[in-house]
């Protein structure tokens, strides 16, 4: 079975304070091979079937050199394996139960191995197309499918340098016990650029869907000064300055770090954005959004997995 990567649209961290996210899949894929067994097992799926044997996976199409791009290869390893397990166990389930029962264990383990988390890359995994998320206080997950505006335009670079989320996720909270004032508002206006993004997703709005994108940008920038983390980068600093002449903005996609950025306007970027783009060292992933979640494949797996 396979299992897709994700994109952060809308959400990075104010989703954990229960503000809506906005998670798509996409066509970048784990396949996993339940035939066969992998040559290591990963901290996830220690996490959701300790002591049994993983499956054999391929999660080189999330990957860039050996590098996580930061599309999700975790949750993404951990559904695909599930699933493959899962449709051995339960041959005659239909394909949305085992999404629906992959996406509750895969989500527990996943929050086990990792310390927490939202989970969204999870829900993408299982699910797929584009997915609005709100956490609720206990931990459980609102999913509601969405449609985007067609006039948006998106496009995904990566610099390269993997991040860490969790690094990065502690590292903000941690404001929170250090200065609660200051927190509370800085993720507040994340929080209410979150929201605006949905608002405007009601609506059906891509110039105010841009706007709220571009708000983002900003509380998220100010996020990250607050608590010492480097949320935005100054790649993404000047590539958000450049798209704004342009009517569009560039945004980390989840937790920031420089690891993936995502442009969003309503025409493409211009030859001068990509131009800079190139010169600031963000290669551009050639993927798209809204793909289909944990589906049945015939098992081609081509190399020896990497560690997650």
Request: with cysteine.
């Amino acid at each position: 079975m396979r299992a897709p990567g994700k994109l952060v649209l809308s959400g990075a961290y104010a989703v954990l304070a229960g503000a809506p996210a906005l998670v798509t899949a996409v066509d970048r894929y784990v396949v996993a091979d339940g035939t066969r067994a992998s040559s290591f097992t990963t901290p996830e799926f220690s996490a959701a079937r300790p002591g049994s044997a993983q499956p054999y996976f391929d999660a080189a199409l999330l990957r860039d050199q050996g590098q996580k791009l930061g599309l999700g290869s975790s949750a993404a390893i951990l559904v695909a394996c599930l699933g493959v397990l899962s449709a051995a166990e339960r041959p005659e389930a239909r394909l949305e139960d085992l999404r629906q029962g992959v996406f509750a264990e895969a989500l527990a383990a996943h929050r086990r191995a990792q310390g927490g988390g939202s989970g969204v890359d999870v829900a993408a995994s299982s699910f797929g197309g584009h997915l609005l998320v709100r956490r609720e206080a206990a931990g459980a997950l609102q999913l509601t499918p969405v449609t985007l505006p067609r006039e948006l335009v998106f496009r995904v670079w990566a610099s390269g340098e993997p991040a860490s989320t969790s690094h990065f996720v502690a590292t903000v909270f941690e404001l929170e016990r250090k200065d609660p004032a200051v927190f509370a508002r800085r993720l507040g206006a994340q929080a209410q650029a979150s929201e605006a993004f949905e608002a405007a997703l009601t609506r059906g709005s891509a110039v105010d869907v841009v706007h709220a994108l571009a708000a983002q940008h900003r509380a998220l920038a100010e996020l990250g000064e607050a608590a010492s983390a480097t949320i935005v980068v100054d790649a993404v600093r000047q590539l958000h300055e450049r798209a704004q002449t342009e009517g569009g903005c560039v945004l980390p996609s989840g937790a920031g770090g420089g690891d993936v950025s995502l442009y969003a306007g309503l025409t493409a970027p211009s030859p001068e954005l990509l131009a800079l783009a190139r010169r600031l060292g963000q290669k551009p992933l050639d993927l798209g959004v809204g793909a289909p979640g944990l589906s049945h494949v015939e098992p081609q797996p081509h190399s020896e997995p990497r560690a997650s």
